[in-house]
């Protein structure tokens, strides 16, 4: 097994774990980010590195309940703060065969409109630590178009597996067009977020991406974030020269025929935008 | 004068016959040649006007054989119409007949006379394509039969008879003996006795078979994207009930070692129709799909099913690659080598 396959079994390992602490919250948790998009639609013929090792989760603050304070649950099941002024970042130490260490974070992220502090970073959910998770822009749709999904380890000797409940493939969209938007410019974009929309893309049929889609759309919590988030995909990934295109083809890189993913991204978000009408 | 001339000079009149208008009457040639003409024929319109045609019969016709033959017209001073009569004449020895004011008539229907007194003019078109093309000698593998032919000779661990050759390949005897001829010359078929095939160097006939009829000669190409990638179009190559084959670098990894392969390549009956029924987009830059309309429909002969999906015959494969852009010629070695090592798993 290769270190960065070692990595990826590491990474859902330490998911379960984190699930499993929260395991009285764990109907207010929604699974989003790159592990929910591989669970979703796998690699869809992108052979690149298809997720990081963070574990993303999306929390509704609707359904989450006071007791226990998600804080000491992590902290009773070994999670720390990734520093003290960190909102929302919880890791775990790991070692990997190779006796080094391995720091996994998980990030508990509450979508904006529904997040009960009104402030820039803190959600201050009632009853938890103010810094336990943070609010999020464009990850309403989570709370929306999710469905519950078999979430089992990557390694046969651990039989775990949880039945819990992973964003869609419209909700995701959303969030990877707010967040590739969100860090255009600031050093911190990651390339991979728009070789992601294009595996999402790639891997739902279009009437159903449309069908979810047009939820987020009618759902006063996701109609927000779902409206900006089809300008953004249009201005990203409808032209050639769109910032998302150029994100994929370098995510993409050698592995993959730059003119062949520009025409994917276009074909695939025209025909949804022509969908969505 | 040969005797072959005076049964084209007569076949050629009777072709005339039956495009006259109603009440001409062509006589039956005089074959002597007089005024320097091979032969003549009186024309009797219906009001019995009259006038004599001189013939030049060729047995072949090429364009550059027409300038000498307008020569020999001059040279004749035959002061009526001139028709050259051939077994078949090209549409660019018919220009160039055109142009230089001859009549002509072949046996396939191309036939263009015109004379003044009586006033007659006929114009038909014929054969676009030499009907017996095959009845020259074979000097190459280019075109479907010979192709159809090599297939066979490849696939088959004991090299069959000329009969039996001409009938797995529903290919008239004649011709096949006349590519054996070639192939022994060329030294790429091993013959004993009364012409037996003894043995096929099978890896120099595949490999000079593709230099001399490459992908692009064998068939219609046309490209396309596959948007959501190959594996969803393979995916649907599943569920197709059309006939196909996958070629290329798709169809060999699945035999010898080879990187993923990021273009499929398809042979189909009908691109348009195909592509429409695989949800494929036309695309010029940033093509996956590559489908391909055969000349011949021995490309699906030997196909075989994996995993729900067909795909050509190891022989056919390796031919494609040889001649197909980037990877393609170093792939195709690949798989040569491979059923060099594993002849008894695709040679029958």
């Given at each position: 097994m290769s270190e960065l396959d070692e990595l990826y079994v590491m990474a859902r390992r330490v998911l379960l774990d984190a699930l499993d602490a929260l395991g009285p919250h764990r109907d207010a948790i929604v699974l989003v980010g790159a592990q929910a998009v591989y669970l979703r639609v796998g690699e869809a013929d992108l052979a690149v590195a298809p997720f990081t090792t963070d574990g993303d989760l999306a929390i509704d603050p609707a359904v989450l309940a006071e007791i226990p304070p998600?804080?000491?649950?992590?902290?009773?099941?070994?999670?720390?703060?990734?520093?003290?002024?960190?909102?929302?970042?919880?890791?775990?130490?790991?070692?990997?065969n190779q006796q080094a260490d391995a720091e996994v974070a998980i990030d508990l992220l509450v979508p904006a409109s529904v997040s009960p502090g009104a402030g820039r970073r803190a959600a201050r959910l009632p009853g938890h630590d103010t810094r336990a998770a943070r609010i999020v822009s464009g990850l309403d749709g989570a709370i929306v178009d999710a469905d519950v999904m078999k979430l089992a380890a990557l390694d046969a000797g651990d039989p775990r597996s949880f039945d819990i409940r992973v964003a869609g493939p419209a909700a995701l969209l959303v969030a990877k067009a707010h967040k590739i938007n969100d860090r255009q410019g600031t050093g911190r974009q990651s390339d991979k977020d728009a070789l992601d929309v294009l595996r999402l893309l790639r891997g739902t049929e279009t009437d159903d991406l449309a069908a979810r889609y047009a939820k987020l759309l009618a759902d006063k919590r996701s109609e927000e974030a779902a409206k900006t988030g089809r300008s953004l995909l249009e201005a990203q990934f409808a032209q050639r020269t769109g910032v998302g295109v150029e994100m994929a083809i370098r995510s993409a890189g050698a592995l993959a025929d730059a003119d062949e993913i520009a025409a994917s991204c276009q074909v695939l978000l025209g025909d949804l935008l022509l969908a969505l009408m | 004068m040969h005797i072959s001339d005076n049964t084209l000079v007569r076949e050629g009149l009777r072709e005339l016959r039956r495009r006259l208008p109603t009440g001409w009457i062509v006589g039956e040639p005089t074959l002597e040649a007089i005024s320097g003409v091979d032969a003549t024929a009186g024309l009797v319109a219906p009001d019995q006007r009259a006038c004599t045609l001189g013939l030049e019969v060729r047995a072949r016709l090429d364009p550059k054989g027409v300038r000498p033959l307008l020569d020999v017209a001059a040279r004749s001073r035959w002061p009526g119409p001139?028709?050259?009569?051939?077994?078949?004449?090209?549409?660019?020895?018919?220009?160039?007949?055109?142009?230089?004011?001859?009549?002509?008539?072949?046996?396939?229907?191309?036939?263009?006379?015109?004379?003044?007194?009586?006033?007659?003019?006929?114009?038909?078109q014929g054969a676009a394509e030499d009907p017996d093309r095959e009845e020259r000698p074979a000097r190459s593998l280019r075109g479907a039969k010979a192709g159809r032919l090599v297939r066979v000779l490849l696939d088959r661990k004991e090299p069959p008879g000329v009969r039996e050759l001409a009938s797995l390949t529903k290919i008239d005897a004649g011709y096949v003996s006349r590519v054996l001829t070639f192939l022994d010359s060329e030294a790429l078929v091993t013959r004993v006795g009364h012409g037996r095939m003894q043995s096929v160097d099978w890896p120099a006939l595949l490999r000079r078979w593709a230099q001399e009829a490459p992908l692009e000669s064998r068939g219609v190409q046309r490209t396309y994207l596959e948007p959501r990638g190959l594996s969803s179009f393979m995916a649907r190559l599943t569920k197709s009930d059309e006939r196909y084959a996958v070629t290329g670098s798709l169809a060999a990894a699945a035999l010898a070692p080879a990187a993923p392969a990021r273009f499929a390549t398809v042979w189909v009956r009908d691109a348009a129709t195909a592509a429409t029924r695989l949800s494929l987009r036309p695309a010029e830059s940033g093509a996956n799909v590559l489908l391909l309309e055969p000349n011949d429909e021995g490309v699906f002969e030997g196909a075989t099913q994996r995993d729900g999906v067909w795909y050509t015959a190891p022989s056919q494969c390796a031919a494609d690659l040889l001649t197909s852009p980037g990877r393609g010629p170093a792939e195709g070695e690949e798989l040569i080598r491979w059923m060099q090592t594993n002849e008894e798993a695709w040679r029958r």
């Open positions: 998600l804080e000491q649950a992590l902290m009773d099941a070994g999670f720390f703060p990734k520093t003290k002024d960190s909102v929302g970042v919880w890791i775990a130490k790991r070692t990997t | 001139l028709v050259v009569i051939a077994r078949y004449l090209s549409e660019s020895t018919r220009a160039r007949l055109r142009e230089g004011d001859l009549g002509y008539l072949d046996l396939t229907g191309n036939v263009r006379i015109v004379v003044r007194e009586p006033g007659l003019y006929i114009e038909a």
